[in-house]
């Protein structure tokens, strides 16, 4: 053992300070030491100066910037040829929600994720190439002058990491930036209703949907508290508040009174609308959806909402409803980002845009979707706000921009001489609701005026599921979407609040 005494004696003669500082010299070792520093020794640094994307250089591929994840941006996004432009990404949400299904995850119909599909698999070019972007941002300013669009990053709070401005320089801009609940200016609603636009209002909604089914059973609970706990008020009677009041309600039929037996007679679903349900649908279809709704215990009554409280709402007769969920659904209209924006407006606010979907006084800059509307100048109306209008006008936008490119004038300023050809025309498909027991309306003219095939009952449900099965982003969500759709007509739908 005399070894381990000379060792022993050798490192006792090594001073202090020599030992230290060959410790921390080694760079590996203060990376490991400094992973154990507590947060009051070491101050939290604020982010890097991020200067963002600067112009693209001759030579490179020009750049595309889509402000918005909705269907307009998402379709742009998913026909754009990436061979021949880099595209960057900037919205607050990194997914697409496929909305005509989205009232079906509220009562648990469907899971969340079958209505939600990564921009990352309808563009893979954002999550592969190089030059490609997402950035989960909101945009905050813009200067078409200087072909600047300013974000800030969207963060889960300050006490994560505190948000940052930067710049993204672009050669083409296209604005889809889609539209907000229209609450009219009522006091309350934004404070006390649920809108139903987007994934986590629906889970919102389920989750107080439940909580109050399970409240209502407590001991103590009075019967006027169980009432109002249990009483369901949808304000709008558009597609979206129809097919959320027929699912409510066919949740209540199926699932309600055999899980929750005790409060089943307590629950009840109304629905108020200022004038007809349904107003763009054929008159015969309007009346089926009402009969179907009554029905199936929905009480329909025509009002106007004047004031929106913690537990009740008011009428414009001055009719009192207490609630114990209120999910908002009156239309959608520009949102104060798009007011700000100082750029030609069409009627009701939205960015207004000529035949090829331009904006007309700046350079490269286009919008899509449901903040953009045709100019009066153009003498077309505005487009409704549905997903299909959004859809085609994005497909077109992205033809537009590949013909663009392949003649040069990809790049800011250089598509001036382009001669443009065939403007957007769009053309109605239909319409299509639900209501709930197998029951659906499928109105299949080409505007209100016109004359078409209208079908209700379970043939157009029948047409309702297919359409919209095909319409899924991806085979991955038809497969959840078909799988969801089996469980649920066999075990019934999932009541676990989570």
């Known amino acids: 053992m005399s070894w381990l005494r000379s060792l022993i004696r050798a490192s006792s003669r090594a001073s202090p300070s020599s030992t230290t500082k060959s410790r921390i010299s080694d760079p590996f070792s203060y990376s490991l030491l400094s992973c154990f520093t507590t947060e009051a020794a070491r101050p939290v640094q604020p982010p890097p100066a991020f200067s963002g994307l600067r112009p693209t250089k001759p030579g490179e591929k020009p750049r595309v910037v889509v402000l918005g994840t909705g269907w307009a941006g998402c379709r742009l996004m998913k026909e754009l040829d990436?061979?021949?432009?880099?595209?960057?990404?900037?919205?607050?949400?990194?997914?697409?929600?496929?909305?005509?299904?989205?009232?079906?995850?509220?009562?648990?119909?469907?899971?969340?994720?079958?209505?939600?599909?990564?921009?990352?698999?309808?563009?893979?070019?954002?999550?592969?190439?190089?030059?490609?972007?997402?950035?989960?941002?909101?945009?905050?300013?813009?200067?078409?002058?200087?072909?600047?669009?300013?974000?800030?990053?969207?963060?889960?709070?300050?006490?994560?990491?505190?948000?940052?401005?930067?710049?993204?320089?672009?050669?083409?801009?296209?604005?889809?930036?889609?539209?907000?609940?229209?609450?009219?200016?009522?006091?309350?609603?934004?404070?006390?209703?649920?809108?139903?636009r987007e994934v986590y209002h629906a889970q919102e909604i389920r989750r107080k949907l439940l909580l109050n089914l399970m409240l209502s059973d407590v001991p103590g609970v009075s019967e006027e508290e169980k009432s109002r706990l249990l009483h369901c008020v949808v304000v709008g009677g558009g597609p979206t508040g129809v097919e959320f009041s027929g699912e409510l309600s066919d949740f209540i039929q199926r699932d309600v009174h055999?899980?929750?037996?005790?409060?089943?007679?307590?629950?009840?679903?109304?629905?108020?609308?200022?004038?007809?349900?349904?107003?763009s649908f054929d008159d015969r279809l309007r009346k089926y959806a009402t009969k179907q709704l009554t029905k199936s215990g929905v009480r329909l009554v025509r009002g106007i909402v004047k004031d929106v409280k913690d537990k009740m709402i008011v009428l414009n007769d001055g009719t009192e409803v207490p609630y114990g969920l209120l999910v908002w659904s009156t239309?959608?209209?520009?949102?104060?980002?798009?007011?700000?924006?100082?750029?030609?407006?069409?009627?009701?606010?939205?960015?207004?845009?000529?035949?090829?979907?331009?904006?007309?006084s700046v350079q490269d800059v286009f919008s899509i979707g449901d903040c953009s509307g045709f100019l009066e100048s153009t003498g077309k109306p505005v487009l409704p706000a549905l997903a299909q209008v959004a859809e085609r006008e994005g497909k077109y936008l992205a033809n537009l921009l590949n013909k663009i490119g392949e003649t040069g004038g990809g790049h800011a300023n250089s598509a001036k001489e382009y001669v443009y050809k065939e403007p957007f025309v769009y053309k109605h498909l239909g319409s299509m609701a639900t209501v709930g027991r197998y029951k659906a309306l499928v109105d299949l003219r080409q505007s209100k005026?016109?004359?078409?095939?209208?079908?209700?009952?379970?043939?157009?449900?029948?047409?309702?599921?297919?359409?919209?099965?095909?319409?899924?982003?991806?085979?991955?969500?038809?497969?959840?979407?078909?799988?969801?759709?089996?469980?649920?007509?066999?075990?019934?739908?999932?009541i676990s609040r989570i």
């Not at 980002?337 to 007309?360: C, H, M, T, Y």
Request: aromatic share 12%; net charge neutral.
């Open 331 to 360: 239309g959608v209209g520009p949102s104060s980002f798009v007011n700000s924006l100082q750029l030609p407006k069409a009627p009701g606010g939205r960015i207004g845009v000529d035949e090829w979907l331009r904006v007309p």
């Open 82 to 196: 990436t061979k021949m432009y880099d595209v960057v990404c900037v919205s607050p949400r990194n997914h697409m929600v496929f909305t005509p299904l989205l009232a079906s995850t509220c009562v648990g119909t469907l899971e969340f994720r079958s209505v939600a599909e990564p921009i990352g698999r309808i563009q893979p070019a954002i999550s592969k190439e190089p030059g490609s972007y997402f950035f989960l941002s909101n945009c905050i300013g813009l200067d078409t002058d200087k072909h600047l669009v300013e974000c800030e990053t969207v963060t889960d709070g300050a006490d994560n990491l505190e948000p940052w401005k930067f710049e993204i320089a672009y050669d083409k801009l296209v604005i889809a930036l889609g539209a907000q609940p229209t609450t009219f200016g009522i006091r309350g609603v934004e404070e006390h209703a649920v809108f139903l």
């Open 258 to 279: 055999q899980r929750y037996a005790h409060v089943k007679d307590y629950i009840h679903v109304t629905l108020i609308e200022a004038n007809e349900i349904l107003s």
């Open 449 to 494: 005026e016109a004359k078409g095939l209208s079908l209700a009952g379970f043939a157009s449900w029948f047409i309702w599921r297919s359409a919209y099965l095909t319409r899924v982003i991806s085979w991955r969500n038809r497969f959840y979407v078909a799988i969801n759709w089996l469980t649920t007509m066999v075990f019934g739908r999932d």
